[in-house]
């Protein structure tokens, strides 16, 4: 028995993002008379159960291929961190320094390891540099991309560990036919940022199956630093309440012992001035990096045949086979002498006519041209799928799932420590005997091509994710009763997961400039059994039109730290025509990732402040170890939501869903922060043994490998009005998204609490608006379309410290809130030629000053730093 609430279906999906292609149906049905059961049943995200209604309890936003046209852009990233819903941290080629080439969502701000990414309902296999926790979004083509449907709710008792802040599930396109053509080409007006894209999708079908292919180039041009007025100086915090044009004290005139031969290259050394010495090294920066991607993809299905028992049987498959390269830009790299390892510069070094040891020199390596590493990822997936229908009605389905991605980094002219300590100390060794092949670098002129030759090297490191599932499922209905049918759902999962990540063997060995890093290896398999079920309780009442909950269960049971089980409940309740009422509890669970259990230690150049003011290097980046535990037991929690979905008869084609969400975890997989560890060190003497200092003071590292600490508590509103309204020829529709979050309270390790909402917290956590929405007006009628989109995020506040003699402790500074517009429009020929384009960033907002950030003066992962972008798309079908 299904309800007849076809008003509300409608709205429903109206107010998800799109309509969805069973409530029409529906209608005719049953004004008809017709038998509704006949109707095909479908899967929506956060559910096993089939069924013909496409709402249900838990909120599911649903974006159309049109919704992704409209936004002019070409990366599933890109589109999906629009969305109100998502914040922190997140990959994208907005970010250069500490970017590992891919490209991640956050929802709700929980991280990007805690948002669980499928494909056509099922895993996709990890991406990154290796021995990652996250889906590299770069390796999905938006070109073959259906619909996205974004569950905003926890659903670890249907899918497993990771679906914490939500569920991203990617519907490819499938039973295609024809042939189709996809240009597109886009440019910023600051005439830089090129993109070009090319995608074609073929089918073909018959009686018994079908078959689409899809293959597509994508380049991205980058954008520098230094040709953006916002980014082109690094801005600092002066410690009392202004700011200042900093830079690097190791410039590339050198810093020796407090003297430098300055920017205007004199031949005598002089005291070194701070800041008139400092070097500007923001210039040479990549704003947004460049990138290509290509792809090869297949899916098809075709009717076996039948037989009394497991009924119609359809065999199906889908490959992918996904190539991404893209790389980093940032300045030249800098030495710092004793604090990094190396030698002082020897007195008997043909260059150094102080005739002195030289022990704290600093020099920007300009000669190399600049860091520059590169990521190549290559990404194959496939899977092979059987399905049928038993006599009975009950749905069934086993698939194999199988994903692999290999990375290499490459990074040319990397410094060796040993040799350029040999360069330096004029090319003897401890017995005064001259070193083979050593050429002295000369430290107080320009570095010849040989000291390069001989201390230089190209790095190489290697990445693995691999990924195989094993998936058995079977649905259907059990009892049919006045109220309604009880429905269920069944299934058994193993899953295989491996990874690795192999630095270069001089950077393992430390014995190569940068960050030090340690290999990672390891993997684990988990089997899990879940099952749901659907209970209509009231039906065809007053004041209860329908009445539903529904139950689910799992339990998995891992290799690496034993069994968990999570429970999920929801109830959906429509007590008239007009307004349902909805709600749902779901245990949640994040298993450790690889990394977190089996990776050595990574080095990190952190932005911090010592309190107790031992470290006098005038270093603002100092040296932390990040690492894993194998010791390391899951993340544990719930999310739960209660929310209405509101479609008055009297105003027609208007809706309105309103969805309070809160979210709790325990036991977070963290490391504890290391700014915190040196105020603790500081005021009471904890963590003191996680700091490692020099004879002079100044630290040397801090030790900052995670373990499980802390409690995450956040809350907010997620609220959607939409209308829609036919003209006679012309369709008008106006859809205004909203995400509030109340609070978003970290409790460190400590024990005190930190709310982040509202808040820039920094580079590495990332920026919390309280307040995001977006507001989308659409005109359209059978051949063009027109679109206006504002986006809006609301201003944030973020805390410095104060200089030592400053008369507070912190600033506080505001950051404004920010608007932005784009438009589009298209138009359909009758010859199957659609021409379209827009344009992003209408009024060229720039992002907003923040101080003390890691690249651009802002945050790059919020905020745009493109700025105005125009872009024209031809398709042709055929």
């Known amino acids: 028995m299904l309800r007849k609430n076809s008003c509300l279906s409608v709205a429903v999906s109206i107010a998800l993002g799109t309509l969805t292609f069973t409530a029409a149906p529906l209608a005719l049905a049953e004004e008809s008379g017709q038998e509704v059961e006949k109707l095909q049943k479908m899967k929506v995200t956060g559910s096993r159960i089939s069924r013909v209604e496409m709402e249900g309890a838990e909120p599911v936003q649903v974006l159309s291929s049109e919704y992704i046209e409209n936004t002019g852009l070409i990366a599933l990233g890109d589109i999906l961190n629009q969305l109100p819903g998502v914040g922190g941290d997140v990959q994208s080629t907005s970010v250069n320094n500490g970017s590992n080439g891919a490209a991640t969502v ?179 920066n990549y704003l947004k990096r460049p990138a290509e991607r290509m792809y090869l993809s297949a899916q098809g299905n075709y009717l076996v045949g039948e037989n009394d028992y497991l009924g119609p049987v359809t065999a199906s498959f889908e490959a992918l086979y996904s190539n991404s390269q893209s790389d980093y830009l940032l300045a030249a790299e800098p030495i710092f002498g004793a604090f990094q390892g190396y030698s002082p510069i020897s007195a008997d070094a043909s260059f150094n006519t102080t005739g002195e040891e030289i022990t704290d020199w600093r020099r920007r390596m300009v000669e190399t041209g600049g860091r520059n590493r590169s990521f190549e990822s290559d990404t194959a997936r496939l899977v092979f799928a059987l399905d049928g229908e038993f006599q009975n009605g009950w749905l069934w389905d086993a698939s194999y799932n199988f994903g692999k991605t290999k990375t290499v980094q490459l990074e040319d002219n990397v410094f060796m420590k040993d040799r350029v300590s040999n360069a330096i100390s004029g090319c003897k060794d401890a017995s005064g005997n001259a070193i083979d092949g050593c050429s002295e670098m000369d430290l107080f002129g320009t570095v010849s091509q040989s000291a390069l030759d001989y201390t230089t090297f190209t790095r190489q490191d290697t990445g693995v994710n ?197 979210v709790e975890l325990e036991q977070l997989i963290d490391a504890v922060d290391p700014q915190l560890m040196l105020n603790q060190c500081y005021e009471t003497g904890e963590y003191c043994d996680k700091i490692t200092r020099d004879g002079s003071g100044n630290i040397v590292g801090i030790d900052a490998r995670t373990t499980n600490l802390g409690k995450l508590e956040t809350s907010g509103l997620d609220f959607n009005l939409r209308y829609l309204h036919d003209f006679d020829d012309l369709r008008f529709t106006a859809n205004w998204d909203n995400t509030y979050t109340f609070n978003y309270e970290v409790t460190q390790a400590d024990g005190s609490v930190d709310d982040y909402a509202g808040k820039f917290i920094s580079d590495q956590i990332g920026l919390y608006s309280q307040y995001r929405s977006t507001l989308n007006l659409g005109l359209s009628q059978d051949k063009w379309r027109t679109n206006w989109n504002t986006r809006m995020i609301y201003g944030v506040d973020y805390e410095l410290p104060g200089a030592e003699d400053a008369a507070q402790s912190t600033y506080t500074f505001s950051v404004p809130t920010v608007f932005y517009h784009d438009i589009s429009a298209g138009y359909a020929f009758d010859n199957g030629i659609t021409l379209s384009g827009g344009i992003n960033n209408l009024f060229d907002e720039e992002p907003p000053l923040i101080l003390n950030t890691i690249s651009g003066n802002t945050d790059t992962m919020t905020y745009d730093v493109v700025g105005r972008y125009f872009y024209a798309n031809l398709n042709m079908k055929f």
Not at 483 to 489: E, K, N, P, Y
Not at 511 to 518: F, I, L, R, Y
Not at 540 to 558: C, G, K, M, P
Not at 586 to 611: K, M
Request: negative net charge; glycine residues 12%.
């Open 106 to 284: 956050n929802l709700r701000g929980l991280g990007a390891e805690r948002t669980l990414v499928l494909v056509n309902g099922r895993r996709m296999v990890n991406g990154g540099t290796g021995a990652d926790a996250s889906v590299d979004l770069n390796m999905i083509p938006t070109a073959m991309v259906e619909r996205i449907e974004v569950l905003k709710n926890g659903a670890s008792s249907v899918y497993g560990s990771d679906a914490v802040g939500g569920v991203v599930n990617i519907i490819t396109k499938q039973d295609f036919e024809g042939f189709e053509v996809n240009l597109k080409q886009g440019m910023t007006s600051e005439s830089d940022g090129e993109v070009t894209d090319i995608s074609i999708l073929a089918g073909a079908s018959n009686d018994r199956g079908n078959v689409t292919f899809s293959a597509g180039f994508t380049k991205e041009n980058e954008i520098m630093a230094g040709d953006r007025g916002f980014a082109n100086t690094d801005l600092q915090h002066d410690g009392y309440g202004g700011q200042y044009v900093s830079g690097s004290s190791a410039p590339p005139w050198g810093y020796y012992d407090g003297k430098t031969f300055g920017p205007e290259g004199s031949d005598t050394l002089r005291d070194f001035e701070s800041p008139g010495d400092l070097y500007n090294y923001a210039p040479d």
């Open 466 to 662: 691999q990924q195989q599932v094993i998936n058995l499922n079977v649905a259907g209905d059990i009892y049919e009763h006045d109220m309604g049918t009880i429905a269920f759902a069944l299934g058994y999962q193993n899953r295989d997961e491996k990874g690795s990540n192999q630095p270069d063997a001089l950077v393992v060995a430390g014995n190569a400039s940068g960050n030090a890093e340690s290999a990672t290896d390891g993997g684990y398999d988990v089997n899990s059994v879940y099952g749901e079920l659907l209970i209509p309780i009231l039906s065809d009442l007053a004041y209860a039109q329908y009445l539903e909950a529904r139950v689910s269960a799992r339990y998995d049971d891992y290799s690496t730290f034993g069994g968990a089980n999570t429970m999920g409940y929801s109830f959906l309740y429509q007590p008239i025509d007009d307004l349902m009422l909805r709600g749902t509890y779901n245990e949640v669970f994040r298993a450790p990732s690889i990394a977190d259990l089996y990776g050595g230690a990574q080095e990190s150049a952190d932005v911090l402040t010592d309190p107790s003011g031992q470290d006098t290097s005038g270093r603002t980046q100092f040296p932390v170890f990040y690492g894993s535990n194998e010791e390391l037991q899951p993340e544990e929690g719930h999310t739960a939501s209660l929310g209405f979905v509101l479609s008055p008869s009297f105003a027609e084609g208007f809706s309105a869903t309103v969805d309070y969400w809160q």
